[in-house]
């Protein structure tokens, strides 16, 4: 029988939830120890989303972003898209060069700015699927990260068309960089393919 994301269950979600947590706090501890200072993320909030509701979730199509897109590949293959609003991108970026933050209404992003997004695009990637990797015994390897600032529809519209065919949701993990009083809101949209998540759910004994 194929995959369906109907087929998952709260115990399903409940462990998706608990990588997401552990995902992240891998994440925080990594960018804390590149900042050389304390970077704290809250508890993820996992969903199951479809792709026409996912916009609506976060702002709408005509918001202004930064999306950092990555595919993985090894035993289990999909997408990975962080995307952050551009106010929250230039302050982090700011934290991560060490420089006043500049203006973030300006949309455009200099080439070290748009390097050190990548970059947060890899660790925090990198956090997450090491998760799913330390609880499932999977291989799994990043791709380069590719960076782009648009609408948040035309930032969308690359995974949902390499996997609008095969399913009409992903799953959408919404949380926050905490600096201080500082609160960066995130949005990590993994979208393994439908072969993945059985093998997913095999590995972890929940099928």
């Known amino acids: 029988m194929s995959f369906s994301f109907d087929n998952l269950s709260s115990l399903h979600l409940d ?32 969903k199951i989303a479809e ?24 035993d289990i293959c999909g997408t990975v898209l962080l995307v952050l609003d551009v106010i929250s991108a230039k302050h982090i970026t700011a934290l991560l060069l060490g ?8 949309r455009d992003f200099s080439e070290i ?7 947060l695009g890899n660790i925090l990637t990198a956090a997450y699927l090491g ?26 519209s690359v995974p949902m068309i390499k996997f609008g065919q095969t399913s009409d949701k992903a799953m959408f993990i919404e949380t926050d ?5 500082e609160r960066f809101r995130s949005h990590f949209i993994v979208i393994p393919d439908m072969e993945s998540f059985p093998l997913i759910l095999k590995a972890l004994g929940v099928v």
């Open 15 to 46: 462990i998706l939830k608990e990588i997401g947590t552990i995902g992240a706090g891998n994440a925080a501890t990594s960018l804390s120890k590149m900042l050389d200072r304390r970077i704290d993320m809250n508890v993820p909030e996992v």
């Open 51 to 74: 792709f026409k509701d996912v916009e609506d979730i976060m702002g709408g199509a005509e918001t202004p972003v930064v999306g950092i897109y990555l595919e993985f590949s090894g």
């Open 99 to 106: 420089n006043a933050c500049s203006d973030g209404l300006k």
């Open 113 to 119: 700015e748009i390097s050190a997004l990548e970059e």
């Open 131 to 156: 998760a799913i990797s330390s609880f499932t015994g999977l291989t799994i390897k990043p791709s380069v990260p590719y960076f782009a600032c648009d609408m948040l529809g035309a930032i969308l």
């Open 177 to 181: 960089l905490i600096n201080g009083t």
